[in-house]
């Protein structure tokens, strides 16, 4: 009888063999998180004088006896469990996966930061990994020592940085101050030479964590075309980690998902992401997007809070293209039959205004209001690309006269395509423009 | 199978594996770090090189003050100045290979975080950095000691124990490059030790014979000195240069075995080490 897992082996004949670069077997990750040593030797030998003397630990906090009865031994935390896989030459890979599902520390494993527990990983050439550009990067070196200490650190040679030094230079735009000390750079022009070396590594496995979402949206394309024309036109196999699952499609062809440690899925990306979606609430437990402000006795009107939901209320800070969305806020007026209007600008990838809402053109919305804090439910246009969004400006301001309390670059939120398919090329975020466009057709 | 594979990562590896072909790999970091290690240097001071200069030299005077004049230390015949340099210019290097691969994983937990190269290099890049700063001290004993031969026609000999200066170098290297290793290891569990190193140098310093000879030594304590494997380099050093101290080919043996011994388990141990001490900070 021939079982699912029959066809497997089948498949992985000897041609099939030939062409994996990365093959992970059975690896596991565990973290001590019980006392092994205080860290300091003087307290170990305090600790140890008073087991000594009969006298309890000294440095055993209240309660920890009874946590570790009850717990039996749990003071070891997997981070990977038992996870297997293997990657093809050519192929760009994404990992996905929620906050502590193992994502980074498999990466680190891979990079060789951290050695697993068990388990074990053979590759077949060169690896590369950026889990952070501009490693090494001393601010006294100028932008070239640079290229070679951090190169070098990525694990070129020498004589390879000579051959390639024009070409990242040039990739970086930044020649004119190739001379000058990187610490008189501005953060965007480091960002660029450290990328380009990234960007320049010889190596047939790149293995690249979310290093992407650096520098300006110009130069962040640029760096995704070179990553892709990696796999696609040089042949290299790339292990890209990130939670913009927008990236990931345009990046990988595959995808792992990870959950708790484990692989939870993997295969093309569309049907894993699709899965990715379906397991698992995505609110934001941390409720990182919430902004509270305290009291201004100065303003005669105030924000007090700001936050964005969803359809059901939920605080989030991720959504769909075409998901509802809106912005929460607490406003508190301290002047009776105020008269002010509410706006945001509202801009995307740090470039462009996308739209500056004002609610003074429907008269019933003017503000005329008694003393008190009032909730806000402000609907967000849905009929935008996917991207990074913020706010330039949110405010309160009173017609003619100007702003009365306003916050500057806050919110940022991200609109995913997670609920895109092919056939809609046009809404895709790679095509130039910035507003989903529905036109209807009236043909005659 | 397994042959289709150029490189694998396991759970365990052999603690006698010391990846010395793979540090070859990388010596063109080696390189470079050296060279950062001393533009930084020379970026960051005031004074920059001339650094390297002033602290032997007060360490030089105050020593033929206290120890010379006040204490009236024997110095073997030699003049007290020449005595002293010649024990501080090489315990200086060997103490600063020490303490700063002492301190390399604190100092590099950043890079060693995101990028694996072999770690060796970072240590093995702090012993030849100093060799810099040696080489300017060693110019200026050297300059101290042409002073002395032609102007002040002094009964110090040169002689051909000057050939063993290279072995010396390399002794001073790799034992304090071993002890940094070790302690290095020891640190990323005992936070607190690294305070210990610094003092332990110290006095370290006054077990060896830096500021007196080892003929001075009475047959009572003489041994503890003797088991110092400075001792004998610096003896040796004297013997070389200035021709006058305890020079034994026995202790010189002594020096070479006790640091082949720290060194290997040095290695071993930083090895070992190396592979999870990202978990730990």
Redesign the interface.
């Known amino acids: 009888m021939s079982t699912p897992f029959d066809r497997n082996l089948k498949i992985s004949g000897k041609f099939h ?2 062409k ?1 670069v990365i ?1 992970v077997e059975h690896l596991s990750k565990a ?1 001590q998180l019980g006392e092994i ?1 205080t ?4 307290r ?1 030998l305090e600790r140890w004088f008073a087991k000594l003397r009969g006298k309890e630990d000294p440095y055993m906090k209240l309660g920890e006896t009874n946590d570790r009865t009850i717990k039996g031994g749990s003071d070891v935390v997997w981070s990977l469990k038992d996870v297997s896989f293997e990657i093809e030459k050519g192929d760009a890979v994404g990992i996905i996966g929620r906050n502590g599902a193992g994502k980074s520390t498999l990466l ?18 060169r ?1 590369a ?1 950026l ?2 550009v501009g ?2 990067f ?1 601010p ?2 100028t932008g070239r ?1 640079n290229i ?2 951090n190169g ?4 070129m ?2 004589r390879e940085i000579d051959r390639k030094l024009d070409e990242i230079v040039e990739f970086s735009g930044v020649l004119r101050y190739i001379d000058t ?1 990187v610490k008189r750079y501005s953060s965007g022009m480091y960002v660029r030479l450290a990328f380009a070396v990234a960007a320049h590594l010889n190596s047939e496995i790149l293995i690249v964590d979310e290093v992407l979402a650096v520098g300006d949206a110009q130069f962040q394309r640029k760096c995704l075309g070179k990553m892709q024309d990696a796999s696609t036109n040089e042949g290299k196999t790339v292990l890209f980690v990130s939670h913009q699952l927008g990236m990931i499609q345009t990046l990988c062809k595959r995808c792992i998902h990870l959950e708790a440690g484990m692989v939870h899925a993997q295969g093309p990306t569309a049907d894993v992401i699709k899965g990715y979606l379906e397991t698992g609430a995505k609110v934001d437990e941390k409720d990182m997007n919430d902004i509270l402000i305290d009291s201004d006795l100065d303003k005669p009107a105030q924000i007090r809070s700001l936050r964005l939901v969803d359809a059901e209320g939920r605080s989030k800070n991720e959504f769909d293209v075409f998901e509802k969305r809106y912005l929460e806020a607490e406003v508190e007026v301290k002047t009776d039959r105020l008269s002010f209007i509410f706006y945001y600008y509202l801009k995307k990838n740090e470039e462009i205004i996308v739209c500056s809402h004002e609610n003074d053109r429907d008269a019933s919305r003017l503000d005329i209001r008694k003393k008190g804090i009032y909730k806000y439910r402000i609907s967000l246009p849905v009929n935008i690309k996917a991207g990074t969004y913020s706010f330039a400006s949110i405010g309160l301001g009173i017609p003619n006269q100007g702003a009365i309390h306003a916050l500057e670059n806050v919110l940022e939120f991200n609109l995913e395509e997670y609920s895109f398919d092919g056939s809609l090329s046009g809404y895709s975020n790679k095509r130039p423009g910035v507003i989903l466009s529905d036109s209807e057709y009236a043909v005659f | 199978m397994d042959s289709h594979y150029d490189w694998h990562i396991e759970g365990k590896s052999s603690l006698l594996d010391l990846k010395l072909k793979e540090v070859w790999d990388y010596r063109d970091l080696l390189w470079l770090l050296v060279r950062r290690d001393f533009v930084a240097f020379y970026k960051q001071t005031i004074l920059g090189p001339a650094w390297f200069f002033i602290q032997p030299l007060m360490t030089t005077i105050i020593f033929t003050f206290v120890f010379g004049r006040l204490g009236g230390f024997k110095t073997d015949g030699i003049p007290q100045p020449l005595f002293y340099m010649a024990g501080v210019t090489t315990w200086n290097y060997f103490a600063d290979c020490l303490t700063k691969t002492s301190t390399v994983f604190k100092d590099n937990a950043h890079i060693f975080g995101k990028v694996y190269f072999p770690r060796l290099i970072m240590p093995l890049s702090i012993v030849v950095s100093n060799l810099v700063k040696f080489g300017t001290q060693m110019i200026l004993f050297l300059c101290m000691l042409g002073y002395y031969l032609i102007f002040r026609r002094e009964e110090c000999s040169p002689n051909m124990y000057i050939l063993l200066f290279p072995y010396l170098i390399l002794l001073m290297a790799l034992l304090g490059l071993g002890l940094g290793m070790i302690i290095s290891a020891m640190t990323t569990k005992y936070r607190d030790l690294a305070f210990l190193v610094t003092f332990g140098v110290q006095l370290l310093m006054y077990a060896t014979t830096v500021v007196y000879p080892l003929s001075t030594a009475d047959s009572g304590i003489r041994w503890i000195i003797e088991a110092n494997p400075m001792t004998a380099v610096i003896e040796t050093f004297r013997y070389g240069f200035l021709g006058n101290a305890s020079f034994s080919w026995s202790g010189l043996g002594y020096s070479s075995i006790f640091t082949f011994i720290v060194l290997v388990f040095g290695v071993v141990i930083f090895n070992k080490v190396e592979r999870t001490f990202v978990d730990t900070v």
């Open positions: 063999m030939s994996v093959k973290y040593g860290g300091t030797i003087s170990d680190k494993i891979i990079s060789r930061v951290t050695a697993p527990t068990s388990g074990r990983i053979s590759g077949k050439g690896v990994s889990l952070e490693t090494g001393h006294e070196l020592e070679y200490l070098t650190i990525l694990g040679r020498k000390p």
